[in-house]
């Protein structure tokens, strides 16, 4: 059982950690903490049920698509949204007040639009019988999610401290005037982390929404909780920080409920927040120095 | 608005106030409350549909030497406030001797007090919650309480040899955890052996950790006190979690809903659940309701529509052997109601609830569908 348990652990810290990737990576670069983001997340996941129910696409195509729609959507909203707000230098907060009010009522707009039923993606779209390995069971679904939360984190990893987009990305992140006067075009720059970001939360939709069967309008503000914790012990902008904070809430919130009591589970995690917070304020993995006084 | 506009306001108020009375004088005037509008219409609606093909039937023959019932139906729109101003008006206004609904069980909480103390017979059909009937001597229910319905399923459970159970539910809604308070007397009261109680939110989607546990302990029976999206929830990852046959799954009033199927699919089949009513009861009475409904409305009954349906027959029953018009009269007269409809078997206690849960029906999900379970 204790197995099983920890498989448990490890697939819900993945799903979580799945979630807050693009989350992290647009306050790490854009210093801004997009709320929105949660309703990417739902609308990756809509279009996939859109792909799969109406035009019979397979997974493997539906997965992509809906993905790059949601980044598409990102640039789009956050350029409406954030654009004004970075040009007058505004704090933290504003982002934060603005990126609510948005996504609150594109929430409500969605369900007004679409219902607030569960839907489900069809179910022959991948294989739900289980695999049973040395007497734990694993679906597919569940290893498609380990092995593209390892995939993201590690090309995203890639990119930022491999490639001289990381780089312009990383410049961008420490100062947006002087890379911008470095000759980075910071515009572009911002748009194409959108993208990424949203794309990550839409692919992120959809094989949590796989996984679990169940897709709503509200299913990112679910999410957006648990992603919050993650980021924050993780350390803001941190992406392997995300990973293991991601993991570490999972396998705590599985091991409290399945050995100490079920009801416990969000106290305990809640309370690492906390106790990670009071003893390291950054973050668990987050940098001494804090970039900004 | 001057004073003379006020004037001529306030005067054609009062017309307007006097003359549907005076219109309804030919009739018996009896009111409804119901939700007819926003997001719970539905249930208000199925209502209405129940108690006015009821009413076809009612006032071809006539009661109190063939005189008519004159229904008017309020909406509450889900509102306490609204469900207040139309008990008030059906009060004051139409004069109505006895009231059907509210729909809600808190919307009854707000209304109940009002129309007891007018002393005007007031009959819940659809309002389950406990304490209902103890607002006041003129408050009545003809829906089951989720207390009587719980233990005759789990005394078929019994029957199919379960000896020990795993309790889980919602603990973040009180309708959920209500109805996990009536397991758990139930399960006591059956002799079943409690192997542990499990919580989960309302809004979870990973149920991974409870049920690996609960797996370990190897209960004959789960049951699930949930709305039906957790129960789909509960039952989609238990199945991939390994949980076979071999365990019985019980719902709850929440998992009486067809969207069980429609969200859990495959997986939600073999569990069982008791309902006070059931479409498909091989009983005459039921058959002819149904193929009654279909007739006036083209679309199938449900739960509610043929909790009103009986309703509007035992309020008409008891406004005949009242011999009047007369609230007082009528109220008496209920509590001596003894008759049969398609829900059953239907007399009330000395605390004005149902007295019989023998028209209780278990219900088994069998490919994405319920039937009456063997």
């Known amino acids: ?293 | 608005m001057n004073r003379r506009h006020l004037m001529t306001g306030a005067i054609a108020g009062l017309a307007a106030s006097t003359l549907p009375a005076a219109a309804q004088a030919a009739g018996i005037p009896v009111g409804a409350i119901e939700i007819l509008t926003g997001p719970a219409a539905a249930y208000g609606i199925a209502i209405k549909a129940g108690l006015e093909l009821a009413l076809d039937t009612i006032n071809q023959k006539g009661i109190l030497g063939g005189q008519k019932i004159a229904l008017t139906v309020e909406d509450s729109a889900g509102d306490k406030n609204q469900a207040i101003n139309a008990a008030r008006k059906l009060i004051g206004r139409d004069k109505a001797v006895l009231i059907i609904g509210p729909t809600l069980s808190n919307e009854m909480f707000a209304v109940g007090p009002v129309t007891n103390e007018r002393k005007v017979p007031t009959i819940g059909t659809s309002t389950t919650a406990t304490g209902i009937t103890e607002i006041g001597p003129y408050i009545f229910r003809t829906s089951l309480p989720e207390s009587d319905v719980v233990p005759v399923t789990f005394k078929k459970a019994q029957a199919r040899g379960v000896k020990t159970v795993a309790l889980m539910y919602a603990n973040d809604d009180a309708f959920s955890k209500s109805g996990f308070d009536v397991m758990k007397a139930a399960a006591e009261k059956l002799g079943l052996k409690i192997l542990t109680i499990e919580t989960f939110g309302s809004k979870d989607t990973d149920f991974s950790a409870q049920l690996t546990k609960v797996k370990g302990l190897k209960p004959d029976a789960v049951t699930i006190s949930a709305l039906v999206e957790p129960v789909s929830g509960v039952l989609l990852q238990a199945r991939q979690l390994g949980f076979g046959k071999e365990t019985l799954f019980i719902g709850g009033n929440g998992s009486n809903s067809p969207k069980l199927g429609d969200i859990a699919g495959a997986a939600a089949d073999g569990m069982i659940v008791g309902s006070p009513w059931f479409i498909a009861k091989p009983d005459p009475l039921n058959t002819a309701f149904v193929a009654a409904f279909k007739a006036k409305y083209n679309k199938d009954p449900d739960q509610f529509a043929a909790q009103a349906y009986d309703c509007m027959f035992i309020a008409a029953a008891a406004i005949e052997r009242a011999g009047a018009a007369d609230s007082e009269k009528i109220t008496a007269a209920l509590a001596k109601t003894s008759y049969t409809g398609v829900m059953g078997p239907f007399a009330f206690t000395a605390g004005r609830d149902p007295a019989s849960s023998e028209g209780v029906v278990v219900l088994e999900m069998k490919g994405g569908k319920f039937g009456i379970a063997s």
């Not at chain 1, 999610?145 to 930022?160: D, Q, S």
């Not at chain 1, 000759?183 to 949590?208: E, N, P």
């Open chain 1, 1 to 293: 059982m204790l197995a099983q348990q920890l498989v448990n652990g490890v697939l819900l810290g993945a799903t979580y950690a799945l979630f807050a990737l693009g989350f992290t990576l647009i306050f790490g670069v854009l210093r801004v903490i997009n709320l929105v983001y949660g309703f990417y997340f739902s609308a990756g996941a809509f279009m996939a049920l859109f792909l799969t129910r109406q035009y019979g696409w397979p997974i493997v195509a539906a997965l992509p698509v809906a993905a790059a729609g949601a980044g598409v959507l990102a640039i789009a909203l956050d350029w409406v949204l954030l654009t004004r707000l970075r040009r007058v230098g505004a704090p933290e907060l504003a982002s934060l007040m603005v990126t609510l009010g948005a996504v609150l009522a594109l929430y409500a707009a969605s369900t007004a639009l679409l219902g607030p039923d569960i839907r489900r993606l069809p179910p022959d779209l991948i294989g739900a019988e289980a695999m049973v390995i040395a007497g734990v069971r694993i679906t597919a679904a569940q290893v498609l999610i380990l092995v593209a939360t390892a995939v993201l984190v590690g090309g995203l990893i890639a990119l930022m401290r491999g490639t001289r987009l990381g780089l312009a990305l990383r410049a961008m992140a420490e100062n947006p005037d002087a890379a911008g006067l470095m000759g980075i075009d910071t515009g572009r720059l911002a748009a194409l982390v959108s993208f990424i970001s949203g794309a990550l939360a839409g692919a992120g939709g959809v094989l949590i929404g796989l996984n679990f069967n169940a897709i709503h309008p509200y299913m990112g503000e679910a999410m957006m909780l648990r992603g919050f914790v993650v980021i924050i012990v993780g350390g803001l902008g941190d992406i392997r920080g995300a990973l293991i904070a991601g993991l570490l809430l999972g396998i705590v919130e599985v091991l409290t409920a399945g050995y100490v009591a079920s009801g416990l589970k969000e106290a305990v995690a809640f309370a690492i927040l906390v106790a990670v917070l009071w003893t390291r304020p950054v973050g668990l993995f987050g940098r001494a120095v804090v970039r900004r006084a």
